[in-house]
Nanobody, 116 residues
Framework: QVQLVESGGGLVQPGGSLRLSCAASATISTLNAMGWYRQAPGKERELVARITRGGSTNYADSVKGRFTVSRDNAKTTVYLQMNSLKPEDTAVYYC??????????WGQGTQVTVSS
């Protein structure tokens, strides 16, 4: 069973930055794509950013140019650098992992609140 431990959420003013981290309790050889989703109150969970094993990335249109997803394969960790944050970025952010054998795992979620 793989566990994902997220950190880095919190309260930030509009225009500010946060960096989320997600550490996976898995061996490097089992990791495939990793990414971040978010869910705002009353809305469906949506993809924010995703990075493949080979380093290819894709982003939601709403965060392109402001957010950057990266991974440290040596530490089985994925990051989300969030800049120029807006109130509409407020949500619970969830880490997500695909393994090479087709399994999918979720983190427990971390709250990001953008407010003045």
């Amino acid at each position: 069973q793989v566990q994902l431990v997220e950190s880095g959420g919190g309260l930030v003013q509009p225009g500010g930055s946060l960096r989320l981290s997600c550490a996976a309790s898995a061996t490097i050889s089992t990791l495939n794509a990793m990414g971040w989703y978010r869910q705002a109150p009353g809305k469906e969970r949506e993809l924010v950013a995703r990075i493949t094993r080979g380093g290819s990335t894709n982003y939601a249109d709403s965060v392109k140019g402001r957010f950057t997803v990266s991974r440290d394969n040596a530490k089985t960790t994925v990051y989300l650098q969030m800049n120029s944050l807006k109130p509409e970025d407020t949500a619970v952010y969830y880490c997500n992992l695909d393994t090479i054998n087709g399994r999918n795992y979720w983190g427990q979620g971390t709250q990001v609140t953008v407010s003045s």
